[in-house]
């Protein structure tokens, strides 16, 4: 069974910069497309960045230009920075894995951005 840890999440002051961590396991991690999402409460979990095992990345209009989304695939890892953080960017963010071994999920990290 797939494993995903996030790691990575906190406070942040507005304009600051985090960046998440997500350690796969169990997985041909080399054949799978890795996604972030994030979900605040009382909305839909939604899109944030995308990359595939191919290397083709795609982002949501709102992190465009401010997130970065990326893997090392000796490592089994998958990283978001981002920077130029906003209120709006106040979320759980998920690292999804989906590939040859099906859909997995992990567990979520939480992202604050306040002064």
């Known amino acids: 069974q797939v494993q995903l840890v996030e790691s990575g999440g906190g406070l942040v002051q507005p304009g600051g910069s985090l960046r998440l961590s997500c350690a796969a396991s169990?997985?041909?991690?080399?054949?799978?497309?890795m996604t972030w999402y994030r979900q605040s409460p009382g909305k839909e979990r939604e899109m944030v960045a995308v990359?595939?095992?191919?290397?083709?990345?795609n982002y949501a209009d709102s992190v465009k230009g401010r997130f970065t989304i990326s893997r090392d695939n000796a490592k089994n890892m998958v990283y978001l920075q981002m920077n130029k953080l906003k209120p709006e960017d106040t979320a759980v963010y998920y690292c999804?894995?989906?590939?040859?071994?099906?859909?997995?999920w992990g567990q979520g990290t939480q992202v604050t951005v306040s002064s």
């Open positions: 169990r997985i041909t991690f080399g054949f799978a497309t």
């Open positions: 999804n894995a989906a590939g040859i071994e099906g859909n997995a």
């Open positions: 990359l595939t095992w191919s290397g083709t990345s």
